[in-house]
Nanobody
Framework: QVQLVESGGGLVQPGGSLRLSCVVSGSIRSINTMGWYRQAPGKQRELVARITSGSSTNYADSVKGRFTISRDNAKNTVALQMNSLKPEDTAVYYC???????????????WGQGTQVTVSS
């Protein structure tokens, strides 16, 4: 069994900051790419940022320069530091990881349950 558990969401004023964290637990052989996605009401889920096992990153254009993704391979965690938040960043944020489990020949995607981020005055 593999679980991804997010934390750190909440209500923040425009211009404020939040830090999201995600911990991966369970029977894991290796974790490849980890990432954060978000889904706003009435919209499709979209990529926010992702990071490879070698720490290469890429970001959605809308968050470049404001958000920073990082990971701790020893602790199986990924974090998203969000600065200069805007109302349009309001969404449910989901942690995602590409995980290879013991005795499996290929990795598969796993998702967290999501954490709400609301940016409003």
């Amino acid at each position: 069994q593999v679980q991804l558990v997010e934390s750190g969401g909440g209500l923040v004023q425009p211009g404020g900051s939040l830090r999201l964290s995600c911990v991966v637990s369970g029977s894991i052989r290796s974790i490849n790419t980890m990432g954060w996605y978000r889904q706003a009401p009435g919209k499709q889920r979209e990529l926010v940022a992702r990071i490879t096992s070698g720490s290469s990153t890429n970001y959605a254009d809308s968050v470049k320069g404001r958000f920073t993704i990082s990971r701790d391979n020893a602790k199986n965690t990924v974090a998203l530091q969000m600065n200069s938040l805007k109302p349009e960043d309001t969404a449910v944020y989901y942690c995602n990881a590409d995980i290879l489990r013991p005795l499996r020949v290929s990795a598969r995607e796993y998702w967290g349950q999501g954490t709400q981020v609301t940016v409003s005055s």
